[in-house]
C-alpha cells in the first residue's frame, strides 16, 4: 500500500469523518507512475493532493505490454479513503500524534489525488 492512514496529518479530517478519492493513474512504458488525476474531486482537496504525490512518489508498476510483447504506456484506477485511525491520540512528533498501543493494527486504505496541473 502506497498511501495508509499513517500520512495522514491530524486536524485535517474530525475523528469520524471519512474522505474517499477515485483516481485515474497513468503508468509509463517503465512502470512509473507519471500521472494522477482525480475526476470528481473529494471534500478535502489538500487530501487529494498530497495522496496523489505520495502515490507518485512510492507507487511501481510492472509495466503493461502489448500484443507483441513491447512495453506500453498504461492507466489504472485507484480508490483510497483517509480515516483517523482510532488509536491515535494528540501528542507530539512530525504528525503530532502518538498511538496508544505499541503494535499498530493494520494500516486502513488511504487516498490518491489530482495531478499538478488540476491543483492549479
Not at 3 to 32: C, N, P, W, Y
Not at 48 to 63: E, Q
Request: proline fraction near 8%.
Amino acid at each position: 500500500m502506497w498511501v495508509t492512514t499513517d500520512d495522514l496529518s491530524l486536524g485535517l479530517l474530525a475523528r469520524k469523518e471519512i474522505a474517499v478519492s477515485r483516481m485515474v493513474l497513468t503508468i509509463s512504458a517503465k512502470g512509473r507512475i507519471t500521472g494522477c488525476m482525480v475526476p470528481t474531486p473529494s471534500q478535502h482537496l489538500e487530501l487529494d493532493r498530497h495522496a496523489c504525490a505520495l502515490t507518485m512518489k512510492r507507487g511501481r508498476y510492472k509495466p503493461a505490454r502489448d500484443g507483441a510483447g513491447n512495453r506500453v504506456e498504461s492507466t489504472d484506477s485507484r480508490t483510497v479513503r483517509w480515516q483517523v485511525r482510532k488509536d491515535w491520540q494528540p501528542g507530539f512528533g512530525q504528525d503530532k500524534c502518538r498511538r496508544s498501543s505499541p503494535t499498530p493494527p493494520a494500516p486502513q486504505a488511504a487516498i490518491l489525488c489530482p495531478s499538478p496541473a488540476m491543483a492549479a
